[in-house]
């Protein structure tokens, strides 16, 4: 990277900070917020370089970045990144002519999720045309684009400019940080409001989710390279997924880790005890060690599992009263997205399910679409399984994991875990890609 590109980037990335803060201290959207994004537009000489920054820069505001609030409204610096995002997106497919071939075997993925949006969109604009939906909820369906946004981009400049290793690299450094960050506070303190946090977000919801896509990343990362010290920080991972005290991950975990162990069972016998033995330690020594019970901690967890039927009634209250105002019109098509939070009557996630939320807002047809879309990611790892075996299993892993989170959590919703999964299923589908290209060259 040239001296003078490095200097305008690092203007810009100080320039956006003190935007966000004259943001939250004035009260108003600063003026440099425009003025810093035509700086890091003139900054761009090299669409490559600054491709990959802004690959790494969305990653780090995930993981370190804590979130704003802005008139009711929470903000995260991945929202201004987004804009960069956006704008290399229109540079790279419009004006450097990205090649779609590079990307033909995912070509079927692209075009369900894009079917998809359309017609959430669509669907959305009729019933805010009917006066059917408040105008200040439709930030859901821009939210939502933005995560496909996510997707797009990182696999676009994965496949183009081989930045699949500086990601993963990346993402590592980041994960251990949080994972040291993790021990610290259950060590020392326990930060969130049921158990430990992350750097970025203390809510056990969404520092649940986090921890468990970490865990299946160490997990990813001892299948690729067989080193031992991922799988010491796949363990830990494990441990402080529980230690978050989120009953979704929890069980979300154990239900992928159960498959792992079967799928070992027929595979890799040799391996299948390392494994085992290193899961069991790290769920059963979470119960049992002596200097855990008298932690904090350990209090809170028990409180959130005795409290199991208490939750799962009160939602199973809260689907049928939400979904009892419907009628078969409504169930078919729904009301349009963003319609969720007129129950809330603000921004607080008001479904309790990622499955209810579907059908409340874009009815059975968009729940179907939306089925397709994430099926087909399903599918296309299984395809490729025998090829790019870790990164297919991880797409497998992982996403099984969010369709049981998703049950009782809009984990395709909140903000961390929602832009977690649509970077981490479009990292490995990069590498999946790539490998099939060498081998289509090679025959």
Known sequence: ????????????????????????????????????????????????????????ALISSIMLIPKIKYAGINLRFDDYVSLFIAFLLIVILFIIRYEERTITSAKGIITLIIFYLTYCSLFTAIQLLLNNLNPLFLLYLVKEIQYFLYFFFVLIICTKYSADENLIKWFTYLSIATVAWGIYQFIFTSRGY????????????????????????????????????????????????????????????????????????????????????MSCFAVSSFFFFPWIKSNSLYQ??????????????????????????????DLIFGRGKGYTQTFSKGFTLAADSQYVRLLLEIGIIGLVLWLVVIFSILFFAVKHYRTSKPESMFIILFTLGYLVMSITHEVFMVAIQGSLYWIMISLMLSKIIVVQNRLKKAS
């Not at 750097?199 to 031992?228: D, H, M, N, V, W």
């Open 1 to 56: 990277m040239n001296n003078r590109l490095f200097t305008l980037i690092l203007l810009s990335f100080v320039g956006i900070v003190t935007s966000v803060y004259l943001t939250l201290n004035v009260g108003l959207l600063s003026i440099p917020i425009v003025l810093t994004l035509f700086l890091f537009l003139l900054a761009i000489t090299n669409y490559r370089k600054a491709s990959v920054f802004v690959g790494l």
């Open 194 to 277: 049921y158990g430990i946090g992350m750097i970025s977000e203390p809510a056990s919801s969404q520092s649940g989710g986090a921890f468990f896509t970490i865990s299946l990343f160490f997990l990813y990362l001892y299948e690729l390279k067989r080193k031992y010290l991922y799988g010491l920080f796949f363990l830990l991972s494990v441990w402080l997924t529980f230690a978050t005290v989120s009953r979704a991950a929890m069980v979300a975990l154990v239900f992928v880790l159960i498959l792992y162990i079967l799928r070992l069972i027929f595979v890799n016998r040799r391996k299948i005890l390392t494994i085992y033995l």
């Open 300 to 329: 809170k967890f028990y409180e959130r599992i005795n409290t199991i039927d208490e939750g799962s009634n009160f939602r199973m209250y809260i689907w049928q009263s939400r979904l009892s105002t419907y009628d078969l019109f």
